[in-house]
């Protein structure tokens, strides 16, 4: 049930733009984005909600397909603060207020 | 608001030994959760509650308990811990419906079983 995400790490000059995946093998009831810098607690990004719904970040977009069960987060005009863990947590329907989460993708901005 | 805030901040046991890891909130949430994140995993969900007095088992529960005896307060107990069980430990809240909700993380606890 772990969604997958891809790819696993990239890195990135500043500027630059960046898309990570996610891809569920079960229908989802939303979709969320988080980030982590080392060492700290992950923090919200966006929300994507079945419906088109979506909640969130000002600078960073992101898509949901619904019939793929997939989702995408676009990392547009990288800046340094933008390094980190990203990951997706996946909600099934039956089990809403649960998340399971991918393994994360590390990006790393350079200079 | 100090948001989610986890107690203790690192802590080392002896296998075998037992410990309670605190995580509160103050922000009325009803929705609370405890993860373990270990390298290349991922964020794994413990057990969670959905409201005062309720608890149910996530992903990897085994070896693991918790009580939620005031809305604010979530406890994860380790009975006898095990190396395996070395890990950071990530509490979270979210609000009432929890549904499409985001979730606040606190600051970790890290964990090491000798």
């Known amino acids: 049930q772990q969604p997958v995400q891809s790819p696993q790490a990239v890195i990135l000059r500043e500027g630059e733009d960046a898309v990570i995946n996610c891809s569920s093998s079960k229908a989802l009831y939303s979709v969320h984005w988080y980030r982590q810098k080392h060492g700290e607690a992950p923090i919200f990004l966006m929300i994507l909600l079945k419906g088109g719904e979506q909640k969130g970040h000002d600078k960073i977009s992101a898509s949901f397909n619904e019939k793929k069960q997939q989702s995408s987060l676009y990392l547009t005009a990288s800046q340094l603060s933008y390094s980190g863990t990203y990951f997706c947590?996946?909600?099934?329907?039956?089990?809403?207020?649960?998340?399971?989460f991918g393994k994360g993708t590390k990006l790393s901005v350079k200079p | 608001n100090a948001g989610v805030t986890q107690t203790p901040k690192f802590r080392v046991l002896k296998t075998g030994q037992s410990m309670t890891l605190l995580c509160a909130q103050d922000?009325?949430?009803?929705?609370m959760y405890w993860y373990r994140q270990d390298p290349g995993m991922g964020l794994r969900l413990i057990h969670y509650?959905?409201?005062?007095?309720?608890?149910a088992k996530g992903e990897v529960p085994d070896g693991y308990n918790v009580s939620r005896l005031k809305k604010q307060n979530f406890l994860l107990g380790l009975e006898s811990a095990a190396p395996s069980q070395t890990s950071v430990y990530f509490c979270?809240?979210?609000?009432?419906?929890?549904?499409?909700?985001?979730?606040?993380f606190g600051p970790g606890t890290r964990l090491l079983v000798l």
């Open positions: 979270a809240s979210s609000p009432l419906t929890g549904r499409g909700e985001t979730q606040y």
């Open positions: 509650s959905v409201g005062e007095g309720t608890t």
């Open positions: 947590g996946t909600e099934f329907w039956g089990s809403q207020g649960n998340l399971i």
């Open positions: 922000m009325n949430h009803e929705y």
